[in-house]
């Protein structure tokens, strides 16, 4: 499913069998721990499991095609790789036609191995692109605190974490703490970013 593919509840839809489609959701949404190819495309067609529509039905076995076509695909861990923690964050600006929610986008990797991602509708209306982002970062920079904490009592330690982000105005608003102040509005935890976004 490409990115900027929009579905919305399609109230004049033909209805369709709630248990076939939740069985296909929760089939795909477990295999989403192995293949994050698909986790936006399965997130999106989640989100309407109460009243699943024809046209929800058809793109979730475009995923199921797709699958079928690539099934040899998978996460491919390699011996040797740097041990470097390094997280990735990204989101759109009001893509959810109905609610004008943006959805964020993470991902942790261990040098060029990736451990963690996640696709997730943001809780809140983010008014701007740099808020948008802000919020991915800080959900980013919280799952990246977790592995941090987790390789520290493994004996790894970290002394920097960067966080990869695309939005300039979000990584000003991280690194200087005079814009915190007209921030508050999005109310996270700025302690949380400052010094890890680049």
């Known amino acids: 499913?490409?990115?900027?593919?929009?579905?919305?509840?399609?109230?004049?839809?033909?209805?369709?069998?709630?248990?076939?489609?939740?069985?296909?959701i929760g089939s795909l949404l477990h295999l989403t721990a192995s293949r994050p190819d698909i986790?936006?495309?399965?997130?999106?067609?989640?989100?309407?499991?109460?009243?699943?529509?024809?046209?929800?039905?058809?793109?979730?076995?475009?995923?199921f095609r797709y699958l079928q076509g690539f099934v040899n695909f998978g996460i491919w861990y390699s011996k040797r790789s740097d041990f470097i923690?390094?997280?990735?964050?990204?989101?759109?600006?009001?893509g959810c036609k109905i609610d004008r929610k943006s959805t964020s986008g993470t991902c942790q990797l261990i040098g060029n191995m990736l451990i963690s991602w996640?696709?997730?509708?943001?809780?809140?209306?983010?008014?701007?692109?740099?808020?948008?982002?802000?919020?991915?970062a800080a959900c980013c920079c919280a799952q990246l605190l977790r592995m941090?904490?987790?390789?520290?009592?493994?004996?790894i330690l970290f002394a920097e974490i960067p966080i990869m982000c695309d939005?300039?105005?979000?990584?000003q608003l991280t690194r200087n703490?005079?814009?915190?102040?007209?921030?508050?509005?999005?109310?996270?935890?700025?302690?949380?970013?400052?010094?890890?976004?680049q």
């Open 1 to 24: 499913m490409a990115t900027s593919a929009k579905i919305d509840k399609d109230e004049n839809g033909k209805e369709v069998d709630n248990k076939l489609y939740r069985s296909m």
């Open 39 to 63: 986790l936006f495309s399965v997130c999106l067609c989640a989100r309407y499991q109460s009243t699943p529509k024809e046209s929800h039905l058809i793109m979730v076995k475009k995923i």
């Open 85 to 94: 923690l390094i997280g990735y964050s990204d989101a759109d600006f009001a």
């Open 118 to 136: 996640f696709s997730k509708k943001q809780t809140s209306v983010a008014l701007s692109t740099a808020e948008a982002e802000y919020i991915a």
């Open 148 to 155: 941090k904490q987790q390789l520290e009592d493994y004996g």
């Open 167 to 171: 939005n300039t105005s979000t990584i």
């Open 177 to 197: 703490p005079a814009y915190h102040s007209r921030s508050k509005h999005i109310e996270l935890r700025h302690h949380f970013l400052r010094d890890n976004v």
